[in-house]
């Protein structure tokens, strides 16, 4: 910008120039032709600028918005995006047997590894390692030839004559539920992994292929 400005300005200066000599003005004219050139420099450059002037703030403002906007925006996502944190009681075959706080929606291999991870003696055939935790919940890892777990962990089985805890039961558990199968079982798992622990029992009617009739004839025997 500056140089273009130069060389424009040189150029009107050297044409002013040659119209001066050019046509031999008087000494009057020319003082008036020279102020008048002077006043039109001066003007150029105000403009120059003022023009400069006014894009720095102009951009300095937009900034400053698109920042705020950005804030804004932080400070508008929803509740859900931040998840909290659950405390959950493990027990069992693992290492150090405890009470952890993990971040929400929290799967159950991240509680093993939190108690220091699976010891060697652990029955992984009866636990699921991608089941949603809830907080608050115990969870107990069976260990191998145990069969009477359930009673430590809470999530026991239909065929014991108590209720089975949908939110923490595997899939074996399950099925031992007079009307939950193979297919119904791991449907249950799918939904709860997918959305996370039912909140009530009557969600089960959400789940695909649990109609109103399966649903009343299981019902009994689950709990949350």
């Not at 698109?66 to 925006?73: L, P, Q, R, S, Y």
Request: aromatic content about 6%; glycine content about 8%.
């Amino acid at each position: 910008m500056k140089k273009k400005f130069n060389y424009c300005f040189k150029r009107i200066s050297d044409k002013i120039k040659d119209f001066i000599f050019r046509y031999n003005l008087g000494e009057h004219k020319k003082k008036i032709i020279v102020i008048t050139l002077l006043f039109c420099i001066v003007l150029t450059s105000f403009i120059i600028v003022h023009n400069k002037k006014e894009s720095a703030i102009t951009k300095a403002i937009s900034e400053k918005q698109g920042e705020k906007a950005n804030e804004n925006t932080k400070d508008d996502l929803p509740d859900e995006t931040k998840d909290e944190s659950i405390i959950v009681d493990i027990d069992g075959a693992v290492e150090k047997p405890t009470m952890v706080e993990l971040p929400g929606k929290s799967r159950l291999d991240d509680a093993i590894k939190a108690a220091g991870g699976l010891s060697k003696n652990a029955d992984t055939t009866k636990i699921n390692r991608a089941e949603v935790l809830r907080d608050g919940q115990k969870i107990y890892i069976p260990k191998k030839g145990e069969t009477n777990y359930e009673n430590k962990s809470g999530s026991v089985t239909g065929k014991s004559g108590k209720k089975v805890n949908i939110n923490s039961a595997t899939d074996d558990e399950l099925r031992t539920v007079k009307g939950i199968g193979p297919s119904m079982s791991e449907k249950i798992l799918n939904y709860r992994e997918k959305n996370g622990p039912f909140k009530k029992i009557e969600d089960l009617k959400k789940v695909d292929g649990i109609g109103e009739k399966t649903y009343e004839k299981i019902k009994n025997y689950l709990t949350i």
